[in-house]
């Protein structure tokens, strides 16, 4: 049993066992979604990017969007950091003329409502072909907000195909930053919806009932009756 796509990859690289192998994925805990509340967007379209922000990952693409914006654009725009980001980061984003907003570590429950409190959700990939196998945890969280995912990275990586394939949000590859700005325009003005039909299939609840069922089969095949 493994987590990804990615991981089982890794696996067959080592052994034939694709008849083997079970993808059980992280998923999300409904019970961190009841009860949210909400943060003020002080009226603003509100991008926000929660996690641990490496210098190794691509900034530059969101960045060079956000300067393409119109000045009235930028204004009614809010990029949020949540959790761990470095100085040198974070200016590259004031730089923008963009209401920028700090807010550094919080609590899990805080996490959840800043996701719940936005309207585009930002994921960001390093620039080599190592992270077309990346799979973040916070995706299916991202997911179970029932906002839209922004990825910037490879279209054809695991995560990527996830998002497009199931109508999640938008892909935009590395140093696409006039497309990705156009699209951020259109955020603005139209708040875009996003599938939530199959999200449930996500939750730790249906995953562990899915990880029973198959750890019932294996227990069967080695121990018939």
């Known amino acids: 049993i493994t987590v990804s796509e990615g991981c089982r990859d890794n696996f067959l690289t080592k052994a034939n066992i694709s008849d083997e ?9 409904e019970d961190d979604f009841k009860d949210v509340n909400l943060i003020s967007s002080k ?4 991008i926000s990017y929660i996690g641990v922000l490496s ?7 969101i960045v060079n969007a956000l300067n393409l ?3 009235s654009s930028k204004n009614t725009l809010l990029f949020r950091f949540v959790g761990q980001v470095s100085e040198t980061i974070l200016n590259k984003f004031r730089e923008t003329g963009i209401d920028i907003e700090n807010i550094g570590l919080v609590s899990h429950k805080t996490a959840i409502s800043y996701m719940k409190s936005s309207d585009l959700l930002l994921i960001l990939h390093p620039p080599i072909l190592g992270s077309k196998s990346l799979f973040p945890g916070k995706f299916f969280e991202y997911m179970a907000s029932g906002k839209p995912i922004l990825l910037i990275g490879y279209k054809d990586g695991y995560n990527a195909r996830f ?3 199931n109508d999640l949000g938008r892909v935009f590859e590395f ?4 497309n990705l700005s156009e699209y951020i325009m259109k955020t603005i003005a139209n708040k875009p919806e996003i599938n939530t039909k199959f999200t449930s299939e996500y939750s730790r609840y249906n995953l562990t009932k899915k990880m029973a069922s198959v750890i019932m089969q294996t227990i069967n095949i ?3 009756k």
């Not at 009226?43 to 509100?46: A, D, F, S």
């Not at 210098?55 to 693409?61: A, C, E, G, Q, V």
Request: glycine share 10%.
């Open 43 to 46: 009226g603003k379209t509100v």
């Open 21 to 29: 192998i079970e993808i059980i994925p992280n998923g999300y805990d």
């Open 175 to 178: 140093g696409d930053s006039e």
């Open 55 to 61: 210098p190794l990952y691509d900034t530059d693409t």
């Open 69 to 71: 914006l119109s000045e």
């Open 222 to 224: 080695c121990n018939p």
């Open 163 to 165: 998002i497009q394939e």
